[in-house]
């Protein structure tokens, strides 16, 4: 057996894989949603492109999310919080269209989270069995 002590099993591992799927898919659809939202579905004012910055950081997450790497999912699963804050107040105190998407954004933000722990959560597991294991 080849696999590191903190690994979960094969079998747990293939049956994460759609979790970490459903983590990249809305990751991409989050990038997707920000820079539309702010470059031309509604943006706060005409020319204001700057609040396309945002979709940076989920950017940057982009390369770990796609090669699975836990590490990226639990800090980008803590990133993602700022976007489902954003799209709560903005889906709270916009009207029309720009309230449409912030709901959208804080569901693409939401399910990422969900996803996100959902795929870590059998790594730390077994890195807790791990660390008990040497303990004794």
């Known amino acids: 057996m080849n696999r590191p002590m903190n690994a979960p099993s094969a079998t747990t591992a293939r049956s994460n894989a759609a979790f970490a799927l459903a983590a990249l898919a809305s990751i991409v ?4 949603l920000a820079l539309a939202w702010e470059l031309w579905l509604a943006p706060l ?3 204001a492109w700057t609040l396309a910055l945002k979709a940076l950081p989920l ?11 836990v590490y990226t999912l639990q800090w980008a699963s803590m990133l993602v ?4 804050a954003e799209g709560v107040v903005r889906g709270m105190t916009d009207a029309g269209l720009c309230a449409s998407l912030a709901w959208l954004e804080a569901l693409l933000a939401l399910a990422f989270f969900a996803c ?3 795929y870590v959560a059998p790594f730390k597991r077994a890195a ?6 040497k303990k004794s």
């Open 45 to 47: 004012r005409p020319g």
């Open 81 to 84: 919080l700022l976007y489902l």
């Open 29 to 32: 659809a989050l990038i997707v």
């Open 128 to 133: 807790r069995l791990n660390a008990r294991s």
């Open 116 to 118: 996100a722990l959902a």
């Open 59 to 69: 950017v940057c997450a982009l390369p770990g999310v796609a090669r699975k790497n």
